[in-house]
């Protein structure tokens, strides 16, 4: 009896629930951006991106089409919490973590290109109307 009890106990130990979107940190983020001000001119061509205040460890904005805009968190989903796991580089679309060497394809909702990360960057919703951006979740 004491067997099945010590590993009914250490199954349950072993199992945890967790929330597929709880990989990232969540925090509150409810931004507005004029894209037409100068210091988002990098925004005008399609398929070009910046990186915003914001969010966990800052924010990507990719312009994806006309009035489409993305925005992810610059938070690497591998190992989230240390401290160098942010997206520190985009070239084309293509976001790069230095730290684990990960890659995210930011024109197709941040999946992972490369690994050691499995899972795709924390995504915010995105609306855009009368020259304003807004990014919340």
Same mark, same amino acid.
Request: charge should be negative; glycine fraction near 6%; proline fraction near 4%.
């Given at each position: 009896? *004491? *067997?099945i009890i010590i590993l009914v106990f250490s199954l349950l130990s072993l199992s945890t629930c967790t =929330?597929? #979107?709880d990989y990232i940190q969540n925090v509150y983020v409810n931004i507005e951006i004029p894209v037409n001000q100068p210091e988002y001119s =990098?925004? #005008?061509a399609i398929g070009n991106s910046v990186f915003i205040t914001g969010g966990v460890k800052g924010i990507i904005i990719y312009h994806a089409n006309v009035n489409d805009y993305r925005a992810f968190d610059r938070n690497? %989903?591998?190992e989230p919490s240390t401290q160098c796991a942010y997206i520190d580089s985009i070239n084309s679309t293509i976001a790069s973590c230095n730290c684990c %060497? %990960? *890659?995210f394809l930011i024109d197709q909702n941040g999946i992972t290109a490369n690994g050691p990360a499995l899972r795709p960057l924390k995504e915010y919703y995105t609306s855009f109307y009368g020259g304003i951006l807004k990014i919340k979740n």
């Amino acid at each position: 009896m *004491k *067997k099945i009890i010590i590993l009914v106990f250490s199954l349950l130990s072993l199992s945890t629930c967790t =929330d597929s #979107d709880d990989y990232i940190q969540n925090v509150y983020v409810n931004i507005e951006i004029p894209v037409n001000q100068p210091e988002y001119s =990098d925004l #005008d061509a399609i398929g070009n991106s910046v990186f915003i205040t914001g969010g966990v460890k800052g924010i990507i904005i990719y312009h994806a089409n006309v009035n489409d805009y993305r925005a992810f968190d610059r938070n690497c %989903s591998f190992e989230p919490s240390t401290q160098c796991a942010y997206i520190d580089s985009i070239n084309s679309t293509i976001a790069s973590c230095n730290c684990c %060497s %990960s *890659k995210f394809l930011i024109d197709q909702n941040g999946i992972t290109a490369n690994g050691p990360a499995l899972r795709p960057l924390k995504e915010y919703y995105t609306s855009f109307y009368g020259g304003i951006l807004k990014i919340k979740n």
